[in-house]
């Protein structure tokens, strides 16, 4: 049975979508049959992997007309990545379901008819906190938590962590925190090793060694409509993205990598 991560943090520019993209890609480069499920009315990961949202059928049709998402999944170019799609329509999916039975519990309902399918299903959830975020919780089994490392990178944090407890509380009680990545790295900032040992000293072993750099690479790659596996193999992105897809793996028992292993080494390392 996969496991469901949603990746969620109200706060946007974090790099929610670029960590959803590429560490589904890199689990699916690392052999393990993954599905992104974009969550998102922007539906930025839909487009960032080559599909036009405007042009094929979407998770509002899950969530609102209980098709079968099977029905819905679209193959992408990075090898065992597959997507269901977003689109604008799901901003007005919120209102609609406001009114459904069991409102919180729709996403999960049919994430449950494919759960089986694959080894992990990552959701990327919008940058704010209502219904669909809710239902994205709802459905997974842990939350990935991007932080950018800037200024103000735990600004509203604390909502997203009341948020999240108040899910586990009334909703999934089995939700678990997967965990903190840092994104947005500069190693030209001081400001950013502050909030590196900012967030390490507030959350501990809740942060992932691996930390994902500011790459242009990971910027450009969307635009081709590819993951950055697929765009730049050899960048420091897809570098940093497959040593955080290796570690997420060992912090859940799927690997026997060695310790000394577990990294992937780059030629000009900071």
Known sequence: MGKIIAIANQKGGVGKTTTAINLGASLGALEYKTLLVDADPQANATSGLGLNPKNTENIYDCLIHDRHPSELIVPTSSPN?????????????????????????????????????????????SPSLGLITVNALTASDSVLIPVQSEFFALEGLGKLLNTIKIVQTRLNTSLDI??????????????????????????????????IHRNTKLSEAPSHGESIIMYDASSKGAVNYLNFARELLQRNNLTKIANEDKKIKLEDEF
């Open 178 to 211: 997967e965990g903190i990545v840092l994104t947005l790295y500069d190693t030209r900032t001081r400001m950013a090793n502050q909030v590196v040992d900012e967030v390490k000293t507030h959350f501990q072993d809740l942060v992932y060694d691996t930390v």
């Open 81 to 125: 990545l597959s997507i269901l799609p977003s689109h604008i329509d799901l901003v007005g999916a919120e209102l609609e379901m406001i009114n459904l039975p069991e409102r919180e519990q729709r996403l999960r309902k049919a994430l449950e008819l494919i759960k089986n399918d694959y080894d992990f299903i990552i959701i990327d959830c």
